[in-house]
């Protein structure tokens, strides 16, 4: 594409050189320019895309765009827009020929469920034959081929050209957890989208919403009909207070989902398990059987807002069903870690408040014996929700070990103590212990037959932050490990 053309399909730029310049692609990372691509200078928390002008050029950048002044002598055009990431987002779907326009595409968001029901809605294209990609906190992938992503959604550029390439590959439909910080920073601005779901919302992310009404208004964003995106069927969860006025305020194709028997949507009957789920789900298609490998209550929403979008894209309900059956899991999602042991382990990325509350419920219902909880809160993140998650875990468990998640810049003990003002409140015993993996491994030294052992907050990482590195540690691994060396001291 040549500069003229983006200027006559883009409006509010200002553009200073030869306008017959070819663009064949878009960057926001100056590391990642390829030779012919224009490069956007964004402006984030940290740094200024600006900085970085000159080796973008040196790396083969053509022109430059940018919503502020750059320091002249660059000698590339520059393209001076309004709003660099709107730019960015309308930018890349012209250069990339508007992949999104070309597919059925379900974008899920909300606070929690957002992965393992990507992951569901990503089984059930599969057991209907579609080719599909995915898009989420796990990465990316076009069928089974992986491919890396350091954000839960990408940045516009970054997120158009993969499902440009996922189009060419034969991709029909795709699925993308589109996250609350996505939406305000404008990454899928004038996305088309065949179903947008909400599953809830509850207190997360405020270090950078601020207030609920500012985080429900990001989310907003998906789904209002003043916007520039595009979705076809909205499918809401109407147990959530958010979720009922968001229904009052969409536009268009909705469908409601939950245990109110008012939703389309909804259980009829369940039965929850050690090692599943039974369910049947009522759905204006009919009735829906499932047996899924799936575990405890938050799944049945998962599933139901799962199938709430795959069937308003008239897929089958026989695939439906087979699809949701074929998951076994999500990574870091409830996941089970044996190694032999008389006690179940689980790892799971509950890292907020209403997650952490509800997976240890979950696990309370599925537990004989004693439930034993290790978790931490991340540091230079929302410092409110710290005593808060310890009230929750020394209310719901029987003892509690607090530790460090990703403590980034902040000091480990200085977070803890925030949390500790909230473990007091709650009848368990608690420890302290910064060091994860010693955390770790107390919590399964305690444990018996019978109890279990959920290390809650990281889920499927494998690095933790601390300072400005990002050190190897995956607690999925760690407690593998553990459990090994303690099944060898007892001589087994």
């Keep these: 594409m040549r500069i003229a053309e983006m200027l006559d399909r883009i409006t509010g730029i200002t553009f200073e050189g030869n306008p017959r310049i070819e663009i064949s692609g878009i960057s926001h990372d100056s590391r990642r320019v390829k030779t012919g691509d224009l490069f956007v200078a964004l402006k984030g928390e940290k740094t200024d895309g600006a900085r970085y002008v000159d080796e973008a050029i040196r790396r083969g950048a053509v022109a430059i765009a940018s919503d502020h002044g750059l320091e002249p002598g660059h000698g590339a055009p520059v393209l001076l827009v309004p709003d660099a990431r709107q730019f960015l987002a309308e930018s890349s779907r012209w250069v990339y020929r508007d992949p999104a326009a070309e597919m059925r595409l379900v974008a899920i968001t909300g606070t929690n469920g957002k992965t393992t029901t990507a992951g569901l809605v990503d089984a059930i294209f599969r057991g209907a034959g579609i080719p599909s990609c995915l898009v989420g906190t796990l990465g990316m992938k076009i069928g089974d081929r992986p491919f890396p992503s350091n ?30 910080h996505a939406l305000a920073l404008k990454r899928v601005f004038g996305t088309r989208f065949a179903v947008g779901v909400f599953s809830n919302l509850t207190p997360e992310h405020l270090d950078f919403h601020h207030d609920m009404e500012s985080y429900y208004q990001a989310k907003r964003i998906l789904f209002r009909p003043e916007g520039a995106n595009s979705v076809g069927a909205s499918v809401l969860n109407i147990d959530d207070a958010y979720g009922r006025r968001l229904a009052a ?19 009829r009957s369940s039965r929850t398990r050690p090692d599943g789920i039974e369910l049947r789900l009522s759905t204006p298609w009919g009735d829906l059987d499932i047996e899924s490998h799936l575990i405890g209550r938050p799944n049945l929403y998962n599933i139901m807002a799962a199938a709430a979008a795959t069937l308003s894209l008239e897929i089958p309900l026989h695939a439906v069903r087979l699809g949701i ?62 005593p808060l998650m310890g009230e929750i875990a020394t209310r719901l468990s029987d003892l509690v070990i607090a530790t460090s998640d990703n403590p980034r810049s902040e000091d480990p003990a200085a977070i803890l ?76």
């Excluded at 390439?165 to 609350?180: D, F, N, Y």
């Excluded at 909705?254 to 389309?264: I, K, N, S, T």
């Excluded at 999602?333 to 209403?354: K, N």
């Design 151 to 180: 954000h839960t959604t990408p940045e516009a550029s970054d997120l158009t050209a993969f499902l440009r390439q996922a189009r060419t590959q034969g991709c029909t439909h795709g699925v993308l957890e589109v996250s609350s």
């Design 325 to 386: 059956e074929s998951l076994s899991g999500v990574p870091g999602r409830l996941e089970p870690v044996r190694g032999g042991q008389p006690y179940t382990v689980i790892v799971d990325y509950a890292h907020s408040p209403d997650a952490l509350e509800k997976l240890l419920e979950t696990v309370r219902q599925l537990t004989r014996g004693r439930l034993i909880a290790v978790f931490g809160c991340g540091g230079d993140r929302d410092r409110g929700k710290r």
């Design 249 to 267: 305020e969409v536009h268009g194709t909705v469908l409601r989902y939950g245990f109110d028997p008012a939703a389309e949507v909804h259980v």
């Design 417 to 492: 103590a925030e949390i500790e003002s909230g473990l007091k409140r709650g009848a368990a015993p608690y420890r302290l212990l910064p060091d994860r993996r010693e955390a770790i491994r107390a919590a399964l030294s305690q444990a018996a037959a019978g109890d279990a052992v959920v290390i809650a907050g990281k889920g499927h990482e494998s690095y933790q932050v601390i300072g400005a590195e990002a050190l190897p540690f995956d607690d999925r691994a760690v407690a593998g490990e553990l459990l090994r060396e303690l099944r060898r001291a007892r001589g087994e």
